[in-house]
């Protein structure tokens, strides 16, 4: 009778000092997939997690299957055929795709021992359903992680899931991984019955494969379950941000074409690289496109000094030089790598934001005896802060406490701040909302417009596109071919993708 | 932007001082003798001693490690110290700075292997105890060095402001007022702190991380020596069981001050006054306690209890920190 599998209304949800759901509903139509959408901090977690029975509201009504209810714990969620699948992998990496597969609810012999020919064959039932070609033996950890993001998806739909929640599930996936990806979804949606939530800050994806779009902004609705024919991408970013969408100007003109401040020549590496050739001009934006495991971020840390480069030329400002390690990457040839993965590699998360955006010009601001006063600290690095427009209710605040983007705008400024003539950029917008990525666009091409030369490492393909002056594709550790951007989307993809399945 | 400094009342050192105000009210009104010009004096020299551990054990949890080691370097310390003033007749400065030296190599023995091997300063320092113990009984012969010069043991004994306080507290305290300058003002401390916070982001941004662990673990065994030193004028004697067997008896105190006073167990951040602070409600407690005729393995159990609650409470701290300050 009832169309809507799940169904919440008026939702509020209070945290100390923030309203994080303001009058929020959300209706999931049965069979459908259904794309909720909003910048970081809009409430989509929360909403995730009152479905899923962490939170609970604290007024405001939840349905499912038309029959209002309780969820007083995540047991409860699952009872009623709800599983999510988080962005973080919920693995376990040393078990086995079977084990993990049926840890809720392993078969066991007469005699009390787990029966691994029971999981083998039970799991098999399941990866079959979703067309995965994976022996249930195999081990978690030598999967890639496309095949794991299937597997946590498998898993869900073993616990009978009816509605599937999925957070970002792209996020680390290649465009041809998320391409299977949305095909299997499609495909249990159809078979299965099953109803799906995806959450992505991909708006290709979602016009891509849903049905409905709910956008939240600020803990409110900017639409609830509208058909997703009704929106294009203008207005469906008008909804998210509250204003149009600035596109970024991407056609750079670069001044002098042949002023390479450094070269990579024939470049082996403990980490397995070969043959690696690399060029970067002043004031150029050069790409490092491939896919995940292409060793891209590896050959970024061999080049600071993190791990060791073992044979080959590096040649800084045309002389050959050795760099064993960030610091002195940092201090004598002024190479700075914004990590990927902010929160383990980027930041302090318990200490506080002057601390952070500091970390990288102590030792330039230091006076007699090492002297270094907050006060000079403040005096060098405020501007940045205040350039970058991080919201923080003061210079003290904890990183852990700031938001995604404005960790990541933090983790920017380290680098602003300590001068560098060669900044190396890690997937900057992986998780950050429109506004903050657009924001970071237009920085890192005035960045390069001013002299700083950039090594952008993303997997974001309208991103590197929108980016980079050149675009070198590695695969396999290797390079398999440089593409100059003439920013023309469809024949530049197309180019890039034949290097990556040569 | 408001650069608010948050408010003292707030602090975790606010909350220790006014514990500690309370004992010794407590402790001044139901025992004889807490006030006497005696016992006030007999405190300063244990809490300067206890003071000195808790540092010495406090610049290594900031990495988030810890140092077992400490008492037998403590031991070591003094009894090279015994020996080259008793034996060799060396004077007493460049005895006192040779000790120094010993505990910063001691330290730097552990901090080498920590970092090179990668294992945890746990298994490391476990091991390094019994080595530097058992290396140190075995040359000493387990003979104590009892002919200290005079001058050296005096200033154990030395009795300041109206004979109730000993020079020892004062060595401890100057000590804390340099830790603090040296985390808080220089850029090494912050150095120090960053890479104990998260040694990877502090790699990636242009930090040695080895050299800042191998420094903290010097540190430490500079200030263990350092500890073993004040012991040492004031037992007036180099003792090879002064700490226990193993020098284990300094663990508890060590353990028991930074972690009471604030300094966080996974490292990344400290406090150098909530140490002192620490170790002064320590002391003050065991002393109450034994003025009031509790028995020696009661006063081991509280203290066991207390750093229990110590950890639960660093375990919650690590959860809702809300202190802005990583150095107070």
């Known amino acids: 009778m009832n169309e809507f599998c799940l169904e919440i209304r008026s939702a509020n949800k209070s945290f100390p000092g923030v309203k994080a759901l303001d009058q929020a509903s959300f209706r999931l139509r049965k069979g459908s997939i259904h794309a909720l959408l909003g910048e970081n901090g809009a409430g989509k977690s929360t909403l995730i997690k009152i479905i899923t029975g962490v939170h609970k509201q604290d007024s405001g009504k939840l349905f499912i299957n038309g029959k209002e209810e309780t969820l007083n714990n995540p047991n409860d969620a699952t009872k009623f055929g709800i599983s999510v699948v988080h962005q973080e992998r919920?693995?376990?990496?040393?078990?086995?795709?079977?084990?993990?597969?049926?840890?809720?609810?392993?078969?066991?012999?007469?005699?009390?021992?787990?029966?691994?020919?029971?999981?083998?064959?039970?799991?098999?039932?399941?990866?079959?359903?979703?067309?995965?070609?994976?022996?249930?033996?195999?081990?978690?950890?030598?999967?890639?992680?496309?095949?794991?993001?299937?597997?946590?998806?498998?898993?869900?739909?073993?616990?009978?899931?009816?509605?599937?929640?999925?957070?970002?599930?792209?996020?680390?996936?290649s465009p041809q991984e998320s391409e299977n990806l949305f095909t299997l979804l499609k495909k249990i949606v159809r078979d299965e019955g099953v109803s799906i939530v995806f959450v992505s800050h991909k708006l290709e994806e979602v016009f891509n494969i849903c049905d409905d779009v709910t956008v939240l902004r600020d803990g409110e609705n900017a639409c609830t379950s509208e058909d997703i024919k009704n929106l294009d991408r203008q207005k469906l970013v008008r909804l998210m941000i509250g204003r149009d969408e600035q596109i970024v100007k991407s056609a750079r003109?670069?001044?002098?074409?042949?002023?390479?401040?450094?070269?990579?020549?024939?470049?082996?590496?403990?980490?397995?690289?070969?043959?690696?050739?690399?060029?970067?001009?002043?004031?150029?934006?050069?790409?490092?496109?491939?896919?995940?495991?292409?060793?891209?971020?590896?050959?970024?840390?061999?080049?600071?000094?993190?791990?060791?480069?073992?044979?080959?030329?590096?040649?800084?400002?045309?002389?050959?030089?050795?760099?064993?390690?960030?610091?002195?990457?940092?201090?004598?040839?002024?190479?700075?790598?914004?990590?990927?993965?902010?929160?383990?590699?980027?930041?302090?998360?318990?200490?506080?934001?002057l601390d952070n955006t500091s970390i990288t010009v102590w030792s330039q601001i230091r006076k007699a005896f090492g002297f270094v006063s907050d006060g000079m600290i403040a005096n060098k690095v405020d501007s940045y802060i205040r350039q970058l427009e991080v919201k923080t209710p003061s210079n003290y605040q904890l990183i852990s406490n700031l938001s995604g983007g404005n960790q990541q705008k933090i983790s920017v400024a380290k680098w602003l701040a300590a001068g560098t003539d060669i900044l190396i950029i890690d997937e900057p917008t992986v998780g950050i909302d429109i506004k903050t990525k657009a924001y970071l666009h237009e920085l890192i091409i005035k960045l390069a417009d001013n002299g700083t030369s950039i090594i952008l490492i993303s997997s974001d393909m309208p991103e590197m596109i929108s980016l980079a002056d050149k675009i070198l594709v590695m695969k396999d550790f290797q390079m398999s071919g440089i593409v100059e951007n003439d920013h023309d989307y469809d024949a530049v993809s197309s180019k890039i993708m034949e290097f990556i399945h040569t | 932007m408001n650069k608010k400094i948050p408010n003292f009342i707030f602090t975790n050192q606010f909350g220790l001082l006014c514990l500690v105000l309370i004992f010794i009210v407590i402790f001044s009104t139901v025992t004889d003798g807490f006030t006497s010009r005696f016992n006030i004096f007999a405190l300063s020299r244990v809490i300067a001693i206890d003071i000195m551990i808790g540092l010495a054990m406090m610049v290594v949890i900031l990495t988030g490690g810890l140092n077992l080691a400490l008492g037998a370097i403590g031991?070591?310390?003094?009894?090279?110290?015994?020996?080259?003033?008793?034996?060799?007749?060396?004077?007493?400065?460049?005895?006192?700075?040779?000790?120094l030296g010993m505990g910063s190599f001691l330290g730097w023995i552990n901090g080498f292997i920590t970092v090179k091997t990668g294992v945890h300063s746990f298994i490391v320092t476990l091991a390094t105890m019994s080595i530097y113990f058992g290396f140190m009984t075995m040359l000493t012969e387990a003979e104590a060095f009892r002919r200290l010069p005079e001058l050296f043991t005096d200033f154990g004994s030395a009795k300041l402001f109206n004979k109730y306080i000993s020079p020892l507290l004062l060595v401890s305290v100057a000590t804390c007022f340099v830790l603090f300058y040296v985390f808080r003002f220089t850029d090494i401390g912050r150095k120090l702190i960053a890479a104990g916070a998260n040694p990877e982001a502090a790699e990636l941004s242009g930090i040695s991380v080895n050299r800042m662990f191998i420094y903290c673990h010097v540190l430490s065994g500079f200030l263990g020596a350092l500890a073993a030193i004040l012991l040492t004028t004031r037992i007036g004697a180099a003792i090879p069981s002064m700490a226990g067997q193993l020098g284990m008896d300094w663990l508890l105190p060590a353990f028991l001050a930074p972690v009471i006073g604030g300094t966080l167990l996974s490292g990344g951040k400290l406090s150098v006054f909530g140490t002192m602070l620490g170790a002064v409600l320590v002391t003050l407690l065991t002393n109450g306690l034994y003025l009031l005729d509790v028995g020696e393995f009661w006063i081991r159990f509280f203290l066991g209890i207390i750093l229990l609650m110590a950890v639960l409470l660093d375990r919650t701290r690590e959860y809702f920190t809300l202190r802005k300050v990583i150095v107070s």
């Open chain 2, 75 to 99: 031991v070591c310390a003094a009894m090279f110290g015994g020996w080259c003033m008793e034996v060799l007749e060396i004077p007493i400065i460049p005895s006192i700075l040779l000790m």
């Open chain 1, 253 to 353: 003109k670069i001044k002098n074409a042949k002023d390479t401040i450094l070269a990579l020549r024939n470049v082996k590496t403990e980490l397995g690289h070969r043959n690696i050739d690399l060029e970067l001009n002043r004031s150029e934006i050069i790409g490092l496109y491939g896919l995940v495991g292409a060793g891209r971020t590896e050959l970024m840390k061999c080049l600071i000094g993190q791990d060791k480069i073992t044979d080959g030329d590096v040649i800084v400002n045309g002389k050959k030089v050795t760099i064993n390690s960030p610091k002195t990457a940092l201090e004598k040839f002024k190479i700075g790598y914004i990590s990927e993965d902010r929160k383990k590699e980027g930041l302090i998360l318990i200490h506080n934001v």
């Open chain 1, 90 to 173: 919920n693995l376990i990496r040393r078990f086995s795709v079977g084990e993990n597969l049926m840890l809720n609810n392993l078969p066991k012999t007469p005699l009390g021992l787990i029966d691994y020919d029971e999981i083998t064959i039970k799991s098999k039932k399941w990866l079959e359903m979703m067309d995965l070609d994976i022996d249930p033996k195999t081990v978690v950890s030598e999967l890639t992680v496309a095949k794991m993001q299937l597997c946590e998806i498998a898993k869900a739909l073993s616990l009978k899931a009816k509605i599937l929640l999925l957070d970002e599930p792209t996020s680390s996936l």
